[in-house]
């Protein structure tokens, strides 16, 4: 193959917005756009903007159409990988047994002739990205953990992306720390993501707020509180935002410590909204994960920070097209 054919359509779906671009061998971006989700309209009008949005991020590249190798798209889960149908995730409202795959190689046939379109799981797809592109580059065994709204994750072993029977595994978010703690969305109790995502660090500091418990945080709306209010007034001395960001980061260190033990992976990466507060979160939680995993398998390991900003739905959608399409990184 040349080249010139190794170019991919890189489309993101998430529960806020929707993306599009188009990368070469690199990674790099040559054109990308991003709109909003507008998920209230439902699962067909969705694709349509989506498929309009992906012919503008071809047509702004200048890239041929004919020198695009593969459709790679990141998209929440369930879903299943080997027949490219979205099952019912939890962002997407309405978008039950939506079959993504065939709807997406059809209605793009006149411009990209009918080549490849491959599904991924948003979380796998970002942790391949991080992989190939960002913190994790020359990384052979590493995981990585999306902490915003909710918490996903991926494993790469030996360079490639743990897949399981459908296209699902790696759900960290969603490891059940205390068998009778918090219920999560899921149906499960005491996950991960019931304690640790931004929205349950948010719930916790309202709860206490609610509770009669005095804090600076009192000043603001208890819808305006969110995790980022929470980390700052923990960084200014608040007690009780210190409680609930030292309990937050205890769950996340106890749970990255299991991590390291199950994977025995040389890199941790933490990515997603909530690590944009950078050392106040990564320090405490390297601490603590590398204190609770087997001494000989910390040694090994390390807790980073993912590389990759904003464009990581639409790259991690590239990355995983081109692992079917051409082999691990
Ligand atoms: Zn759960």
């Given at each position: ?203 916790r500091a ?24 929470v ?12 409680t609930v960001w ?84």
């Amino acid at each position: 193959m040349t080249a010139a054919g190794r170019f991919i359509l890189g489309l993101d779906i998430g529960g806020t917005k929707l993306a599009a671009g188009v990368a070469g061998d690199d990674g790099r971006l040559l054109s990308r756009e991003v709109i909003p989700a507008g998920t209230e309209e439902g699962p067909e009008a969705m694709i349509a903007r989506l498929v309009a949005m992906g012919r503008r991020v071809v047509d702004a590249s200048g890239v041929a159409p004919s020198d695009i190798a593969a459709t790679g798209v990141s998209c929440g889960g369930p879903l299943d990988i080997r027949t490219g149908m979205v099952r019912e995730p939890t962002n997407l409202p309405g978008w039950v047994d939506v079959p993504l795959v065939d709807r997406l190689t059809a209605d793009f046939a006149g411009l990209l002739g009918g080549r490849p379109v491959y599904l991924e799981n948003d979380a796998n797809a970002a942790a391949m990205a991080e992989h190939r592109y960002g913190a994790g580059r020359g990384v052979r065994n590493l995981v990585y953990l999306t902490i915003s709204t909710g918490i996903g994750g991926g494993v790469i072993v030996d360079d490639r992306i743990v897949e399981g029977e459908s296209g699902n595994a790696a759900e960290i978010g969603h490891m059940s720390l205390s068998h009778d703690g918090w219920p999560c969305p899921c149906g499960s109790r005491g996950c991960l993501e019931a304690f640790s995502s931004g929205t349950n660090i948010a719930q916790r500091a309202r709860a206490r707020i609610v509770a009669g418990e005095t804090s600076t945080l009192t000043s603001l709306a208890p819808e305006a509180i969110t995790a980022r209010e929470v980390a700052e007034a923990a960084r200014a001395g608040d007690p009780l935002a210190c409680t609930v960001w030292d309990e937050t980061v205890a769950v996340l260190g106890a749970g990255v410590g299991s991590i390291i033990n199950l994977f025995n992976p040389r890199l941790v990466i933490l990515g997603g909204g909530v690590t944009a507060v950078g050392d106040q979160l990564i320090a405490p939680v390297r601490r603590i994960a590398l204190e609770r995993a087997f001494p000989s398998m910390a040694a090994e390991a390390d807790v980073v920070i993912a590389e990759l900003g904003a464009d990581i739905g639409i790259v991690g959608a590239v990355a995983a097209a081109q692992a079917r399409l051409m082999g691990p990184a």
